[in-house]
């Protein structure tokens, strides 16, 4: 690995599911991938152990439990299941912008259309990010989509159909929710 001006190893930058943690984070049963995002950014992203995962630039990094991951890589094998979740959560990252997007004119409608709740807001929010979670799935795809289809050869297709199902009725949802 080449070494940066400081001493420290620059991380490799190869595709997906990411190269391990230069800087010797990881504690027993974590693993921590770094990549460049298309913009520049380096992202972090670490899995496990247990029900948890953090994904953060630099120093913001924030725990989430990996539900979107849990329903979509039920059934897989423990190596695919890891490498998909690396993918997905590094969708994230890579999506990003488009979210920031989608999610101020979703925001914009709504303030136009004059009424506002605190429900519809919450709800808002839902959506952008069920949006979010489609747009990373669809990166995870799109990133190596015959990997992404060998993985998925002989697992059952019903949590996947649960997730696109409820993914695209919240993200419908938000947008009959903001245009009213």
Known sequence: MAQGLSGVPKPSLERWPGVPNPHGKEGIGKKTRIRRTWYGVLATVSIGPGLWHEAGFGSLVIPHPPLVNWLLRTGLPEEARAALAFAHEF?????????????????????????????????????????????????????????????????????RVIFWTAAII?????WWVAIG
């Open 170 to 174: 919240l993200t419908v949802l938000g």
């Open 91 to 159: 969708g994230h990252f890579q999506t990003l912008p488009l979210i920031l997007a989608c999610t101020t004119l979703l925001v914009t409608l709504y303030v136009v259309r004059g009424s506002s709740t605190v429900a519809e807001v919450f709800f808002l929010l839902i959506s952008a990010h069920a949006t979010w979670e489609i747009a990373s799935e669809l990166w995870t795809k799109a990133a190596d989509y015959q990997r992404y289809r060998r993985y998925y050869q002989w697992v059952t297709p019903i949590p």
